[in-house]
């Protein structure tokens, strides 16, 4: 079998997000002809809120390699927090320490945090292994250059210009979770090749669900009394027109057809992407300047992996909403579809989850072009809650062709055919000899 190790300072129990793309290569990997190896930071180290249900999807037969970190009080005092930078010197330490012993074929590094992605040229020039980077989010995006200069976030974009060409000048593969996101990246660095990059999303396992069913999460939310439709993830600020439209709609349904929509409860979940933030209320706010906030309950606190699963396959309809952004690629769309659950989506036309989810059924999808448009769609949401409503249980789910491709075995075989390629590469980085200037 091939060997790669897979960089992920955040691995479960970890519970923030980002974790799920090495937790799901990790799993499936094995049975495409790697064997990963995963080099991450020790969960005491962590800030966030641990998940050990999480931790316990992940095989025992998958070598971790757990290291140390700054303390966060430690280094906070310097004025940084990020894991990535706190468990850096460990984490070069020890791939130096694995590449003597384990003769790995490839590295992967996955990001945010994106700091370890520096790594990859001690890889290439010092341990002559391949690197493949792997882009969760974008590290230098067009938001990040709209913070003020002198902010935190805006001396991070400012980092980030100069750090993120220096990363890719040593990548022998860069993938991403959008094809938009790799346009973007291409348009800054023209002399990145593109025939070595690659939209790959996050993807989702039905295997979780049947953990699910045999250990069911507790989900207090879900009162069985109600008709719950549920919305779990964060909300980004970008959201923010789209649940507008989506509430003023709701509040026209339950003025057309008041007896069908007066049990209707709408649930968010997990609004503020961070464990334990009980008083972060993002939704609450505009249900309220909507005059529907006596039917709208929000638990901004991250929930539990299983829990969300739970809350999903338990709610009677589900609501996936996108931003007004172009390359928006929402990761939750892909539980959504196995959770077999009606859905009504509301995402700009050009996003890759609009497109997945108008094509895979079981649900209502829409979608807009720019804020008129947007605003123009009150109506059809309304009659779509009603149909939702009424009818969700006439919705046929999705089948498993629908999302097969974004299922993490699938998921796990392009990237296996990913690193049987770079293994072959001799010893050179992606980008051509012209850019080193350029870097």
């Not at 901004?300 to 390359?327: K, N, Q, T, W």
Request: with cysteine; glycine share 6%; net charge positive.
């Amino acid at each position: 079998m091939g060997r790669v190790i897979l960089l992920s300072p955040h691995f479960p129990p970890s519970s923030l997000a980002g974790v799920h793309r090495a937790r799901l290569l990790a799993t499936h990997l094995p049975r495409h002809g790697w064997r990963p190896i995963v080099l991450r930071v020790d969960e005491r180290w962590y800030t966030e809120t641990n998940d050990p249900a999480l931790a316990a999807l992940v095989p025992p037969t998958v070598e971790q390699i757990r290291v140390g970190a700054i303390p966060a009080p430690v280094a906070r005092l310097a004025g940084f927090g990020d894991i990535g930078l706190r468990g850096y010197f460990a984490l070069r330490t020890a791939l130096g320490q694995l590449a003597a012993r384990e003769k790995p074929d490839v590295l992967f590094i996955t990001g945010a945090p994106f700091f370890p992605m520096t790594l990859a040229r001690y890889a290439r020039e010092k341990l002559d292994i391949p690197v493949v980077l792997d882009f969760q989010d974008p590290w230098v995006s067009a938001e990040g250059a709209k913070k003020p200069p002198l902010s935190k976030a805006g001396l991070a974009h400012r980092m980030a210009t100069v750090l993120e060409p220096r990363v890719v000048h040593y990548a022998d593969f860069i993938t991403s979770v959008s094809v938009r996101q790799n346009d973007e990246m291409a348009a800054r660095y023209p002399w990145v090749d593109r025939a070595r990059m690659a939209a790959i999303p996050i993807g989702g396992d039905p295997d979780d669900f049947v953990a699910l069913r045999a250990a069911p999460a507790r989900t207090p939310l879900i009162d069985p009394s109600f008709i719950n439709l549920s919305y779990v993830g964060t909300f980004m600020p970008r959201s923010e027109p789209t649940m507008r439209v989506l509430l003023a709609a709701f509040a026209r349904a339950r003025i057309d057809a008041p007896n069908a929509m007066a049990r209707v409860r709408l649930n968010f979940v997990g609004t503020s992407n961070q464990p334990g933030i009980n008083d972060l209320f993002r939704v609450r706010p505009l249900a309220e300047a909507a005059g529907v906030a006596d039917a709208v309950s929000e638990i901004p606190a991250r929930a539990p992996y299983l829990d969300a699963l739970s809350i999903l396959a338990r709610s009677d309809g589900l609501l996936l909403i996108g931003s007004d952004e172009a390359h928006y690629t929402g990761s939750k769309i892909y539980p959504a579809l196995m959770s077999e659950r009606p859905y009504l989506s509301l995402y700009h036309r050009a996003s890759s989850s609009h497109d997945i989810l108008a094509k895979a059924g079981g649900g209502l999808s829409f979608a807009f072009v720019d804020r008129t448009e947007l605003e123009a769609l009150v109506p059809a949401l309304a009659n779509a809650f009603l149909r939702l409503v009424v009818n969700g249980r006439d919705f046929e789910a999705a089948g498993r062709s629908a999302y097969g491709n974004y299922c993490a075995d699938s998921i796990a075989a392009k990237f296996a055919a990913i690193f049987d390629r770079v293994a072959k590469i001799p010893s050179h980085p992606m980008i051509a000899r012209e850019a080193e200037s350029a870097a």
